[in-house]
C-alpha cells in the first residue's frame, strides 16, 4: 500500500510488544482479496527483532507486508521505502508496470555464473553489485512479459531521450 502514518500504539502483547501502526491509506496495489481497507500496519516493537520505525505525519509510505488474521504486519525483510525516496520508474513500476509481470518470477543472481532456466524469468544481478533493493536494476527497471510470452526487463521511455523503448539487459 502506499499510505501517510498517522499515529502509532504500543501493544503489550508478547514479551516485547507489537507496535501499531495507523494509517490513512492513500492507494491499495495488492491483496484486495485478503483485506479491503488497511488501517494498521503492525510490526516488532524491537528493532533487533526486525520491527520497522516509521516517522508520524511526515512522510508518505510504500509499505509491503504480510496479512494474518486479517492484519497487515511488515518488518525489516519487508520492503517500505518512503514514497519520495522511489525513483520514477519503481513509482511507474507500482502504479502500473509492476502489474505486467504478474506471470514473471524475479530470479536472484548472488554469484556467477547464473542463468535463467524458464522463460517466465528474469535475473535479477543488483546481488552482485549492490547487495539488493538500492541497487540500478531494481531502482529502474520492471520484469514484464513480453508479447512473446517470455519475460523480460523493461525500462520504458525516459524524459531525456524517447528513443530507446525497450532494454532487455540492465
Known sequence: IRAKVVGKKLLRDGPFGTMRYTVKQMK?????????????IY??????????KFEINKYQYLITGR????????GLCNFNERWERLSL?????????YQLGCNCRIK????????VTSKNECL????????????YQSRHYACIQQ????????????????TVINATDP
Open 28 to 40: 491499495m496495489y495488492k491483496g484486495f482479496e485478503k483485506v479491503q481497507h488497511v488501517q494498521h
Open 147 to 162: 508479447k512473446e510470452g517470455y519475460c523480460s526487463w523493461y525500462r520504458g521511455m525516459t524524459t531525456r531521450d524517447k
Open 89 to 97: 520508474a519503481q513509482k511507474k513500476g507500482f502504479n502500473h508496470r
Open 108 to 115: 536472484p543472481c548472488h554469484y556467477l555464473p547464473c542463468f
Open 67 to 74: 496479512v494474518y488474521d486479517d492484519k497487515v504486519y511488515t
Open 124 to 135: 535479477w544481478t543488483d546481488m552482485l553489485s549492490h547487495f539488493g533493493y538500492p541497487g
Open 43 to 52: 510490526t516488532d516493537a524491537s528493532e533487533s527483532l526486525c520491527g520497522v
